[in-house]
């Protein structure tokens, strides 16, 4: 398995072009506190779910749930560059770094040159303590007869 990802990797190290670069989660924190956006990459219900908390941070999905699986998201590229620009710094992240790692090959590839694939993503943010935004839950109201 790890040989088998390890040639993943490096298949899609050498096909963008440009290596992925992976930051574990200080470096994220760090490259973040210095003025990096946040590129998540999960689906919109895993981010409203929690997200890390960031002063830039976008939300474009890489893939989405089908009824058949996951598939890539076609319109991923036009909508990043709808938002960034080829030259803005960003950090990659998704929940584990799967996917974002795929999508940070996709943005090298496509020109842009500052990005970091956040290896670990959301689950290491959360492990690690650091501060997460959370869509708030619904207060429980109870009428006392």
């Not at 490096?10 to 956006?37: C, F, H, Q």
């Not at 976008?58 to 560059?81: A, Q, S």
Request: aromatic residues 8%; hydrophobic residues 40%; charged residues 25%.
């Amino acid at each position: 398995m790890f040989l088998h990802g390890l040639f993943l990797l490096l298949l899609i190290s050498r096909s963008s072009g440009a290596e992925v670069i992976t930051v574990d989660v200080r470096a994220a924190k760090n490259l973040l506190e210095s003025g990096y956006g946040y590129l998540d990459v999960r689906t919109a219900e895993e981010f409203k779910e929690g997200h890390v908390d960031a002063a830039k941070i976008f939300n474009i999905p890489y893939m989405f749930n089908t009824p058949e699986g996951r598939v890539k998201n076609p319109d991923f590229l036009k909508k990043v560059r709808s938002l960034c620009k080829e030259e803005d710094r960003l950090v990659v992240g998704c929940q584990s770094g799967a996917r974002s790692l795929h999508a940070t090959a996709d943005l090298l590839g496509a020109g842009f040159k500052h990005v970091s694939n956040f290896g670990g993503g959301h689950m290491a943010w959360v492990q690690n303590g650091l501060k997460v935004k959370a869509r708030e839950k619904p207060a429980d109201h109870r009428s006392d007869l």
